[in-house]
Nanobody, 124 residues
Framework: QVQLVESGGGLVQAGGSLRLSCAAS????????MHWFRQAPGKEREFVAQ????????YYADSVKGRFTISRDNAKNTVYLQMNSLKAEDTAVYYC?????????????????WGKGTLVTVSS
């Protein structure tokens, strides 16, 4: 089992920045590719970003490319999502997820573990 706990969400003005964190515990963190997904009210959960087990490879949704950066610190069992130039349409609950394989493109069905999410609200 892997437990994932997100933090760092909140209210920010459009154009601002936030950094989300996801702390993992349980099984070996480096065994898992890590992901961020998000779900806006009334919409399907969608992929945001992913990072390979040792951090050498990343992949982003087109909607966040150039604005968001995913990173991980395997010594701290933590994955991050730096979000810059935030827009109102980035408002959502952001979820951290772990998968045993790095697959492009990722899907919600391929995730082995999920956190409970952290709310990001961007005011325009």
């Amino acid at each position: 089992q892997v437990q994932l706990v997100e933090s760092g969400g909140g209210l920010v003005q459009a154009g601002g920045s936030l950094r989300l964190s996801c702390a993992a515990s349980g099984r070996t963190f480096v065994d898992y590719a890590m992901h961020w997904f998000r779900q806006a009210p009334g919409k399907e959960r969608e992929f945001v970003a992913q990072i390979s087990q040792f951090g050498g490879t990343t992949y982003y949704a087109d909607s966040v490319k150039g604005r968001f950066t995913i990173s991980r610190d395997n010594a701290k069992n933590t994955v991050y999502l730096q979000m810059n130039s935030l827009k109102a349409e980035d408002t959502a609950v952001y979820y951290c997820a772990a998968a045993g394989r790095y697959i492009v493109p990722p899907s919600t069905q391929g995730m082995a573990y999920w956190g409970k999410g952290t709310l990001v609200t961007v005011s325009s």
